[in-house]
Every structure is written in structure tokens, then in C-alpha cells.
């Protein structure tokens, strides 16, 4: 991180305006453990993902039998899907100095369980989970959602 500031720092001394990736800046968690095979689907294209790979709001993450994904959001958010589960990262802003922002996450087949984040604790009226036929507003801080039968299966 300190060679990131002093290469930022030269690159302005210079007087050379310095790359920043904007999607970098987007990303709203990571992938802190993964078991089985676990894809991510990106502007429709599938994209590999690996512990530490970054996900982004408007992700889709997919996980196959006898597989899950811990994923943490920036706010501590944390979220684990299980086997056979089609999660979708509809929408995600945080503010980490007020705490104000907004969650919206769908979760079209399969389980997830949640442990909530600052965002929630802060602004519960701000997070929002979905499934086919239910949304769900936050009143607690842990608890799992699981869809059965035909949720939406096409990726």
C-alpha cells in the first residue's frame, strides 16, 4: 500500500496524471472462501473467481452441487451461498464515514445466509433482500433465506 502512495505521489510530482482503473474503485467485497466450482457472471460474461477476487455490484454469482462462496462486502457485510444458488448483487453503496448507503441483493435459487454488515446495523431500512416471490426487509443481524422449486434458472 506505502509503494502504491510514493508511485501516486512521483506520478503527480511529475506533473503526469496517474491511471486509476474505475472499475477497481467499484468493487463492493471480496471472495473470502470458496468451495466447489463457483462462477461470477459480469455484464453476461462468465468470469473466473478465485478467494480474494473482487465482486462488483451488478455481479451474478453462481454456485454448482456440493459448492459455496463466502463473499464479504465492504461494509462487513457477510454473505455465504450455498449449493446449487444463483445470487444476484443488484446494488451496493456504502459511506464508511456515516454509514449511509444502500444493499439490494436477489437471490433467484439456492440458499444464502447473512450475518449483517454496518450498513444494516445503521440503516436497516436500506437493505433489501429478494427472492422470486418475497422481499425481505432486515430486522435482525443473522439469518438464512433458501428458495426451492423453479426459481429462476436461466444464466
Known sequence: MRSQAI????????GC????????ADAIGIVKTIKGSVHVERANQPVGVAVGSEV?????????????????????????EGANSVLDLNKFAFNT????GALDVSI??????????KLA??????V????PTTTLGVRGTEFIIEV?????TDH
Open 97 to 100: 464515514t456515516t454509514y449511509d
Open 128 to 131: 433489501r433482500y429478494s427472492t
Open 17 to 24: 496524471p496517474p491511471v486509476i482503473d474505475a472499475h477497481a
Open 56 to 80: 462488483f455490484a451488478s455481479d451474478r454469482v453462481l454456485t454448482g452441487p456440493a459448492s459455496s462462496v463466502g463473499i464479504t462486502l465492504r461494509d462487513n457485510t457477510l454473505l455465504t
Open 7 to 14: 508511485q501516486y505521489a512521483l506520478l503527480l510530482a511529475c
Open 148 to 152: 426451492g422449486g423453479s426459481g429462476e
Open 108 to 117: 433467484k435459487r439456492g440458499s444464502l445466509a447473512v450475518v449483517d454488515g
Open 121 to 126: 446495523k445503521a440503516n436497516p431500512e436500506a
